[in-house]
């Protein structure tokens, strides 16, 4: 199916606070444990898809962008197989790409508000509008027949904690990646031994280097 553009959302709500495979109207936000990596895409928490995330033979993926919300010290993490892309320079564990650097979504809140649920008084805390500051440069290449995640961490717990409700209660994380199926996982996989950077521009020049090779007439002699 050649080369396919997505994106993935995952947010920590679902309609009766248990995994769901899709967002609903009027969700319940589920607890997140902080200092506990969540896998966001069969974590058992919020929004979930049915199976790993993997790449067959013929498949490649190129993740492009990761974010996450910008409160509750929330940091997102890619892992390939069993290897964290992103580590610290001694190459120990981290949790991967803070909020803070990579708001999802863009111009979100770093702060939030605490209700009491004795008193019912809402204390506000002054929000900001939080941009990023990180690229995902290099993108990060998933071969194929390799499985990844993509990790959600919180440095505090995201719900209903000690009589006290986050008011926003609510994380999220967010995924952009180019799929390349079929022949194009093929040329994915040239470009990647030849040095060159897989994106879609690239895979469409070595379409058109192909279509000019075999067009070009035939310099053999007559005998």
């Known amino acids: 199916m050649a080369m396919r553009s997505q994106v993935y959302e995952w947010t920590n709500n679902s309609a009766t606070g248990t995994s769901s495979i899709r967002q609903t109207v009027d969700p319940i936000a589920q ?3 902080g200092n506990k990596k969540t896998d966001i ?4 928490i919020g929004s979930n898809i049915t199976k790993p995330a993997e790449t067959n033979a013929t498949q490649f ?3 492009e962008d990761v974010a996450t919300s910008a409160h509750a010290a929330s940091a997102v993490q890619v892992r390939i197989n069993t290897t964290d892309y992103f580590q610290n320079p001694d190459v120990t564990d981290q949790n991967g790409v803070p909020g803070l650097a990579s708001p999802y979504p863009r111009g979100t809140t770093s702060n939030g508000a605490i209700s009491d649920n004795d008193t019912a008084d809402l204390v506000v805390i002054a929000g900001d509008n939080v941009l990023p500051s990180f690229s995902l440069t290099p993108e990060i290449y998933v071969l194929p027949g390799q499985t990844y995640s993509v990790l959600y961490t919180s440095a505090q717990d995201a719900g ?3 009589g006290k409700t986050v008011s926003c209660t609510s994380v999220a994380c967010f995924v952009k990646y ?3 199926d079929g022949p194009d ?5 040239r470009l990647l031994e030849m040095g060159i950077t897989v994106n879609p521009s690239n895979v469409d020049w ?3 280097s192909l279509l000019e090779q ?3 007439p035939s310099t053999g002699g007559v005998a």
């Open 61 to 63: 993926v190129v993740i």
């Open 41 to 44: 895409f069969i974590g058992g």
């Open 31 to 33: 607890t997140v444990s």
């Open 214 to 216: 075999q067009s070009m």
């Open 178 to 180: 180019t799929l390349y």
């Open 160 to 162: 209903v904690t000690g």
């Open 185 to 189: 996982s093929l040329i994915a996989n």
């Open 206 to 208: 070595y379409k058109r």
